[in-house]
């Protein structure tokens, strides 16, 4: 099984930037995608970006140009760059691995954009 742990959410104002990290238990080589998930109060997690084991990357519509993932193999981790925050940025982030059938997810870290 595969502990996912996420750091870096907190407090910004809109405009502004946060770094995510998500650390893996164990080597991400095997991890077939890892991505980022939000969501708020009432509605459903919905998918941010996600990273395949070959670099290719995907992202929602409404953070395409200012969220950027990257995984470094080497540290087992997975970032998300996310620059010119708005309010409604505001949510839960996880972090997911998917492994064959297998979906992990972290805990969560809050990310709060201030207008």
């Known amino acids: 099984q595969v502990q996912l742990v996420e750091s870096g959410g907190g407090l910004v104002q809109a405009g502004g930037s946060l770094r995510l990290s998500c650390a893996a238990s164990?080597?991400?080589?095997?991890?077939?995608?890892m991505g980022w998930y939000r969501q708020t109060p009432g509605k459903q997690r919905a998918s941010v970006a996600t990273?395949?084991?070959?670099?290719?990357?995907n992202y929602a519509d409404s953070v395409k140009g200012r969220f950027t993932i990257s995984r470094d193999n080497a540290k087992n981790t997975v970032y998300l760059q996310m620059n010119s925050l708005k309010p409604e940025d505001t949510a839960v982030y996880y972090c997911?691995?998917?492994?064959?059938?297998?979906?992990?997810w972290g805990q969560g870290t809050q990310v709060t954009v201030s207008s």
């Open positions: 997911a691995a998917a492994r064959g059938i297998h979906l992990y």
């Open positions: 164990e080597s991400i080589f095997s991890i077939d995608v």
């Open positions: 990273i395949t084991g070959g670099g290719s990357t």
